[in-house]
């Protein structure tokens, strides 16, 4: 069976616009990646996949490619679009990337690790007019990596294995697992990246590996959420009394259990701010208390008595 085009591996027509090639990659990147794909050929059809894209995603790359196509016995030997001096990964490393295996019990879930990020990242080429003599660093990477509110508060170390692309002594593509330890630093505000020294793409001729930049994202909870990078919303449950009267209530919280002043005649839907007890950053954010009312079941007669009392009082004193 002949091999198939580029045009054929994401599955669109010669004449598709840029907008049709990246729906079809998106799509087909999802459904092989090794990660979730139960392919036995995913990885390979994941770098086959990115190649693809890597070349009809830029208009003189797609331009040469199609010349190629028309006049198959006009380019170099191996049907490499970018000739024998091209890409020095061009044996499938186009468009490789790192992927996450998750483990049971892992800090890292799933969804912790953002790989449409890797991937944007790793379709950037090595692609030079003549063969490169000298070392050349790999690329540098980037992927999003979301921990949780606390880890920012008292720092925090993960580990996490990661699939990643290196070549074999025959120059192919291969992947092999790397487990890396992640140190998260007390303070770390959302945005920041954590770099990864030497684990970016492999370098070639002798070259330095790149790095890998984490970029932080928070996971969001209803009741938990950061703002500003570095300022954090939490909702808390307040008595009806607690809210009439105020006074001095203990309140859990990611910075530790907190004494704070409600004051009184508080209403569902109010703040209080308590000044740097936000994530403790070099410039420590605030910590922004959101008030809930909770109304308490009633579960006994005596409860419905009170409440009927209560009710009596504030119908005399509407009156």
């Known amino acids: ?63 040469e490619y199609d010349e190629m196509l028309a006049n198959p016995y006009g380019r170099s030997a191996g049907g490499n679009p970018f000739g024998q001096g091209g890409n020095p990964f061009g044996n499938g490393f186009n468009g490789g990337g790192f992927h996450y295996e998750r483990h049971e019990g892992e800090p890292f879930g799933a969804g912790d690790f953002n790989f449409e990020d890797l991937f944007s990242s790793f379709r950037q080429s090595h692609t030079r007019s003549e063969q490169p003599r000298g070392p050349i660093k790999g690329e540098d990477q980037h992927a999003e990596l979301s921990i949780d509110i606390y880890a920012a508060y008292v720092g925090a170390e993960r ?67 950061v703002k500003n990078r570095k300022d954090v919303y939490q909702t808390i449950d307040v008595k009806p009394w607690e809210a009439v009267l105020g006074g001095k209530i203990i309140v859990p919280t990611a910075s530790g ?33 959101n008030i809930r009312i909770n109304v308490p079941p009633v579960e006994s007669e005596a409860d419905r008595a009170a409440w009927e009392k209560l009710a009596e009082h504030f119908a005399v004193k509407q009156a």
């Open 257 to 289: 259990r907190l004494q704070v002043n409600l004051p009184a005649n508080s209403q569902s839907g109010k703040s209080i701010r308590l000044k740097g007890k936000g994530i403790p950053a070099k410039e420590a954010g605030d910590l922004y208390l």
């Open 159 to 225: 580990s996490m294995t990661l699939n990643v692309p290196t070549l074999d002594e025959y120059g192919r593509a291969v992947y092999q697992n790397k487990t890396l330890n992640v140190k998260i630093p007390k303070g770390i505000a959302e945005g920041q990246q954590i770099r990864l020294a030497g684990q970016g793409l492999p370098g070639y001729n002798g070259g330095e590996n790149g790095d890998l930049y984490l970029k932080i994202k928070f996971h969001d909870q209803p009741d938990l959420y």
């Open 1 to 63: 069976m002949a091999e198939k085009n580029y045009y054929e591996i994401l599955g669109v027509a010669k004449d598709a616009d840029k907008a049709e090639i990246k729906k079809a990659y998106r799509k087909l990147v999802r459904k092989y990646h090794p990660d979730v794909s139960k392919e036995p050929d995913a990885a390979e059809r994941t770098v086959e996949i990115n190649r693809a894209y890597e070349t009809l995603s830029n208009k003189e790359k797609r331009v």
